[in-house]
């Protein structure tokens, strides 16, 4: 079928476009590249220190000097740095880390890590850098490199698989890399858990030739999705027994957000369109029922009730992925209201409270996070409003005078007082640094692997390079996929017109969405595909994925719950953004006007990571 009329802006647009002489107020082109030379000595300052006074450890700590082990014990910043080093064109570190750790890293070690923060980092800086390393058209081939990087990464994840035997195909939380699943592991993982490892364990068969790992992923996002509510929002834990929802809270940011982000991607790096489909409907959900113009809030998932009007900072990527899906407008809007947070306090607090307009108790730090500036760059490669250079500039001068430290660059334990702690996450040399670093030279005239080189890049969640070469995002129908629903001779199957496969959706979509983009209804199947056994022909998308409801929705209870919505129903105060918009951003943000008992106050984020969990 026809391919989505996806806008891929920051695909599309040529590099050279809207580079004038002035790029911003006061940001000229000479001044460009030396922002973008200030955060490539931002990235050697903590890379330094880390190599100087932590590695082989984790994590630096930029205070004392020191390391720490946080994940596993295996050069996590490295590794986790790897592809910066490339897009840097660092030949020279590059080839002598990847070098090193071909020769000394191993993954036969009794350390119980998490499958998350184990897939995004490791697994996928491993996958990253072997495929620059691997390939003459990236200019940075190694010649003596033999896919030290790629067996490593395989090894890894076959040590991760014994996390999806669960009843729901939802993988545990984490799992010890040389005894599997404890006994006593938790069986409760979020939401972002279980559904942002289809990227990397995706590249990774398409690599060994291998299905399982793009098989457990695409199941474990099925898993999650079969168990959305009635109007197409999840929640925000899960058991992965039972499939119940343990948190019933649905957002775009804590142990949510990337969910989201690696259904588009995924469809973007493999062309599935069973991703694809799944992301249109997930995505209408989002934007009728969590976006408040131009905040987004906390719902409960089955009644779309407010539970809490709060900005959190994992938030800020969403700007990013609506450039990806072609919704350009809202994300502009949302993106100025975040931005004002940054501007209020010099950084963005893990919560800003949007009813009070002020920091959430609890919620005071700023762990490096990169999800602002990954927006910021992906609005600028998009519109090439030089508002964005400006937001760049100021997100820099902010970490420079507030973050840098003796070794490296530090947590702020309080964006009100500006108090540093002694760690850095490796995520700042992998996502923070990068995205500002191609920000600023995007706008001085791009010379980098991205912007120039022969492949179009999706960026994983963790930032690292995934190319969209022939051998990775060539469309290919996975027989293991399908056929699963024919086996009962005695089944009866209802064929269904497209509308109705159209009929457990979340309803219209905003005004702001693409129409084009998000109301296409053609999902009927495709015709069989030649050597495929068990296809059920005449079924409906939904039908051939097992991922429509067994009852169908009964319109008066769902117009009962649109009228209970429409009572709890958060006020919000549009940004209207001009050509030289006001520095200061209005903060008013949505209300809480309707006393719905007492208020759910978030649990802090722990300092040390990034999980969104």
Not at 80 to 99: I, K, N, P, Q
Not at 263 to 277: H, I, N, S, T, V
Not at 421 to 439: G, I
Not at 508 to 515: F, I, L, R
């Amino acid at each position: 079928m026809e391919a989505p009329k996806l806008l891929l802006l920051i695909l599309l647009i040529p590099c050279d476009l809207f580079i004038g002489k002035t790029l911003g107020d006061g940001v000229t082109h000479e001044e460009a590249k030396e922002l973008r030379d200030e955060v490539r000595e931002m990235f050697y300052h903590a890379f330094n220190g880390y190599m100087n006074h932590a590695f082989p450890r984790d994590e630096l700590r930029p205070l004392s000097c020191g390391g720490e082990d946080t994940l596993g014990g295996y050069a996590l910043t490295l590794i986790d740095s790897l592809d910066t080093l490339a897009l840097l064109g660092d030949r020279e570190r590059f080839t002598a880390s990847v070098e090193w750790i071909g020769k000394n890293l191993r993954f036969d070690i009794n350390k119980t890590v998490s499958i998350f923060e184990t897939t995004i980092r490791i697994l996928g800086g491993l996958i990253s850098a072997h495929l620059i390393a691997s390939d003459h058209n990236t200019g940075m081939r190694i010649p003596s490199y033999d896919d030290e990087l790629l067996h490593l990464a395989e090894d890894l994840a076959r040590r991760m698989l014994p996390s999806f035997d669960t009843p729901t195909g939802i993988p545990f939380g984490s799992v010890n890399l040389l005894h599997g699943v404890d006994e006593n592991e938790s069986k409760i993982t979020s939401t972002a858990g279980g559904g942002t490892l289809t990227l990397e364990f995706g590249i990774l068969s398409h690599l060994t030739n291998d299905p399982i790992f793009e098989q457990v992923a695409k199941n474990a996002v099925r898993g999650l999705w079969a168990r959305r509510s009635k109007i197409n929002l999840v929640g925000a834990h899960i058991d992965v027994f039972s499939g119940e929802w343990t948190q019933k809270d649905a957002g775009i940011g804590t142990s949510i957000d990337s969910f989201y982000e690696y259904l588009l991607k995924a469809y973007l790096l493999f062309g599935d369109e069973e991703y694809l489909f799944i992301f249109q409907e997930a995505y209408k959900a989002a934007m009728k029922y969590l976006f408040n113009d131009p905040w987004y809030v906390e719902v409960n998932m089955n009644s779309a009730a407010l539970v809490w009007p709060l900005f959190n900072s994992l938030q800020a990527f969403w700007p990013g992925l609506q450039v990806l899906a072609g919704d350009i407008e809202p994300a502009i809007r949302t993106h100025a209201a975040f931005f004002s947070v940054w501007r209020r306090y010099g950084f963005t607090p893990e919560g800003f409270n949007l009813a009070t307009l002020s920091v959430q108790q609890g919620q005071k730090s700023y762990p490096l996070r990169p999800e602002l500036i990954e927006s910021t760059y992906w609005l600028y490669k998009a519109t090439r409003d030089p508002r964005y250079l400006d937001a760049g500039r100021e997100i820099l001068a902010s970490l420079q005078y507030g973050a840098r430290c003796t070794c490296g660059y530090c947590h702020i334990s309080d964006v009100e007082f500006h108090k540093q702690e002694d760690h850095m996450e490796s995520f700042f040399l992998a996502e923070t640094v990068k995205y500002l670093w191609l920000l600023f030279d995007l706008a001085a005239g791009p010379d980098n692997l991205v912007e120039n080189g022969p492949y179009k890049y999706i960026f994983s969640t963790e930032g690292h390079l995934l190319p969209a070469t022939p051998e990775i995002s060539l469309v290919r129908e996975h027989c293991s996929y399908f056929g699963a629903y024919c086996r009962n001779s005695n089944l009866r199957l209802k064929t269904h017109s497209p509308e109705s496969a159209q009929t457990n959706s979340s309803g219209s979509q905003t005004q702001h969405a693409d129409s084009s983009f998000l109301s296409r209804s053609s999902y009927q199947s495709s015709s069989p595909v030649s050597g495929l056994k068990g296809l059920c022909p005449g079924l409906t998308y939904e039908q051939r994925f097992g991922i429509s409801f067994t009852s169908p929705v009964d319109p008066s209870s769902e117009d009962e719950n649109s009228s209970q919505r429409e009572t709890t129903e958060v006020q919000s105060h549009s940004v209207v953004l001009n050509s030289n918009p006001d520095p200061e951003v209005p903060l008013s943000g949505p209300h809480n006007d309707h006393d719905n008992g007492p208020a759910r106050v978030p649990q802090e984020e722990s300092p040390s990571s990034k999980q969104k969990r």
